[in-house]
């Protein structure tokens, strides 16, 4: 499973040998890779961020897909969370990030505009977590920025190391990846060594290693938009954990290398071809029948 060409452990000892952010030493680099200015890149990720926003604002709305099986989600959590009798099983925070990922989720099925962070399958997973630090951590638009540089580093990891498709490594690589990228994201927006942030990523990779990818009809839809949910917070769950100094015995490289390896090693039916778990369940089953016959 070795893999030498990209390395996140190297970018992690790069930043702890000076003492400095991963983002600190990501922000350059990648600025020069692609030839503009740090500021012109804190810009671009800025204007993302943005992007991010008004994705969730319109999931929020309760808009529905264009095939009728999945809208309104986010927007009924968003209402049941508003109600003081409601049991905060996650937590103000935590909520918050499961309603803003299932909002840019369920936007992305109604084909508006979204942010492929890293795909559009897992696009509700990095908007969820860092909406979510914005409104309860008090982080400026700077340290977001900067976080969505770590993000897309992270994923360009996972990319040439493993696979962001789910066609390819199934969800582990889609909303698993993503989960990774928000996780360590949110690290290091929230003051964490590099070391915390591999950390991070590994034990997401550890959490969400074999998740299949099993649409329903082949849409983007069902279970998609609720494991966007699912994996926000486990990206959630991985930072924290790095956070309070909990370690992950596997690197993070390793466990990228991992979930390359069970993907190759996954049946081509539990590959986004709809040919097995949830896709392949009677309910699912009778339901793509009704909807490829009114087609």
Known sequence: MANDKISLNALLSEAESKNISLSALLVPISAADLEITEAELLAQMAEMLKVMEESAAYGLTGVRSHSGLT????KTLAEAAAQPAFNKLLGDLATDAVTYALAVSECNAAMGRIVAAPTAGA???????LLALKKHCNL?????????VVAGNIGLVIAGR????????GCQAECGSAAAMA???????LGGTPKQVGDAVSIVFKNMLGLVCDPVAGLVEVPCIKRNGGAAVQALLAAQLAL?????????????????WVGD????ALRETAGGGLAQTPSALAWAQAYFERQ
Request: net charge negative; proline share 5%; with cysteine.
């Open 265 to 268: 090693s996954m049946p081509c």
């Open 140 to 148: 400026s638009e700077d340290a977001l920025a900067k976080a969505l």
């Open 123 to 129: 696009a509700g997973v990095l908007p969820g977590v």
């Open 71 to 74: 809208g309104g989600s986010a």
């Open 244 to 260: 309070a100094g909990v370690g992950s015995f596997i690197p993070a490289d390793e466990a990228i290398d991992a979930m390359k």
């Open 183 to 189: 996780a360590g994201a949110a690290v290091d927006a």
């Open 162 to 169: 493993a696979s962001l498709a789910g066609a390819v490594g």
